[in-house]
């Protein structure tokens, strides 16, 4: 008997992970959801997410994100900066365009990739006198994860280490955070309720049962005492793209009891595509005149026409040293970086000094080069993942055979 479970599961799983059973495959029945036990209620939800992840693996979509200010005493509004974005995903491939228009008027232009280990972004800012600006490090862009759309949608979460929501539900459940996945009915409409706490800290999850368990709302929030920070979200329109269930405007609202104003926010996407992005979507060239700080080379340099580049004095934010190179200019970049051995000076002020990117260009709160190494997320055992994988495919079995039982039942009748 044991044998033959091992195998049903196993190729169970296998449909699973080859996109032969999809989201739109799984059936959910509220009485049985309600009778089963957590760590049951868990393995489904987390089926369920990385089905919808393995929807996404390769898609676009055009966005524009609109944020002001509210100030609920006085009822009024101000706008503040207006971003027209584009993104696309291919597998651990991510790629960023957007156009920024802020409260004084001026657009900016910013490019982004990540390959899986290393970053490329572009900065244009044609009212400034160094217009370009360019880097390359070994982390991720923190734009895919500061849009709230792309929380809702699962590919990056806010305030998280570059994780998708199914990645950061099971890092949840490993890191020991009380997690509580019940079923609601919100306005005629049945949700799966997740909520993860953790110290003074919680966040919410609500997916739709009938919309291959799209996620249609979000909360953040952070609590102590008097004191709390709110960060809401919610599916507003959703569109239906190749028979899949995406979100198409996202409302979202912030909060904080030190100030009465509000953030809002609101992203709505424009076109929505799905398996039309290719590997030659992701590339970024500097154009001449680009001031490029190479973080992973330590290195800073200006690209000259013609592809020759010019190494320069870098600014190191940490030390407060300048690395100097040792040679003027260099047609071969590579060969320069690893012959190079510059010399450090104490900091002073010189006008072709380059300083890495001080800001983001969508968030101006989020440093663009962090001065500290980013947190190791532990992995997940394979025996723990397998528990629940089993579980999870285990409790679809029953649903199917559930559903199977009643629709013969039915007809016999």
Not at 332 to 343: M, R, S, V
Request: aromatic content about 10%.
């Amino acid at each position: 008997m044991i044998s033959r479970k091992i195998i049903l599961i196993s190729a169970l799983l296998v449909l699973l992970c080859t996109g032969w059973l999809d989201a739109q495959s799984i059936p959910f029945d509220e009485v049985l959801f309600q009778q089963i036990t957590e760590d049951e209620k868990l393995a489904f939800v987390l089926a369920v997410l990385q089905n919808r992840e393995s929807q996404l693996q390769n898609f676009a979509y055009q966005m524009t994100d609109r944020l002001s200010r509210y100030t609920p005493q006085e009822g009024k509004t101000a706008f503040l900066s207006e971003v027209s974005l584009g993104v696309k995903r291919l597998g651990k491939k991510l790629y960023l365009e957007a156009e920024k228009l802020d409260s004084k008027n001026r657009w900016q232009k910013f490019y982004a990739n990540w390959d899986g280990n290393i970053s490329k972004s572009l900065l244009h800012r044609p009212y400034r006198k160094d217009e370009y600006g360019g880097l390359i490090r070994d982390l991720e862009n923190n734009n895919f994860q500061d849009r709230a759309y792309n929380h809702i949608l699962g590919l990056r979460l806010l305030d998280t280490e570059h994780m998708t929501l199914p990645e950061w539900l099971e890092d949840a459940d490993t890191q020991g955070k009380s997690i509580e996945i019940s079923f609601i009915e919100q306005d005629g409409k049945p949700l799966i309720e997740c909520t993860i706490t953790r110290g003074f800290k919680s966040y919410q999850w609500f997916l739709d049962v009938n919309r291959d368990y799209m996620p249609v709302r979000a909360e953040i929030l952070y609590k102590q005492g008097e004191n709390y920070n709110s960060d809401s979200m919610m599916v507003d329109e959703a569109l239906e793209v190749d028979g899949f269930w995406v979100p198409k405007k996202v409302l979202r609202t912030t909060g904080t009891s030190v100030s009465d104003g509000q953030g809002k926010y609101v992203y709505e996407v424009s076109e929505f595509t799905r398996n039309t992005v290719t590997d030659e979507d992701f590339e970024i060239e500097f154009p001449p005149g680009t001031k490029v700080v190479d973080t992973i080379a330590n290195f800073a340099y200006r690209v000259l026409p013609g592809g020759a580049a010019e190494p320069l004095p870098l600014y190191d934010p940490v030390s407060g040293e300048v690395i100097n190179p040792a040679v003027a200019i260099t047609p071969d970049l590579d060969e320069i970086i690893k012959t190079d051995a510059p010399k450090k000076t104490t900091a002073q002020k010189e006008e072709n000094i380059v300083k890495p990117i001080a800001k983001e260009l969508m968030n101006p709160d989020s440093p663009q080069i962090d001065t500290k190494p980013p947190s190791i997320v532990a992995e997940t055992s394979s025996a723990r993942w397998l528990y629940f994988t089993a579980i999870g495919v285990g409790f679809i079995v029953v649903l199917l055979g559930l559903k199977l039982f009643v629709a013969r039942r039915r007809r016999s009748g």
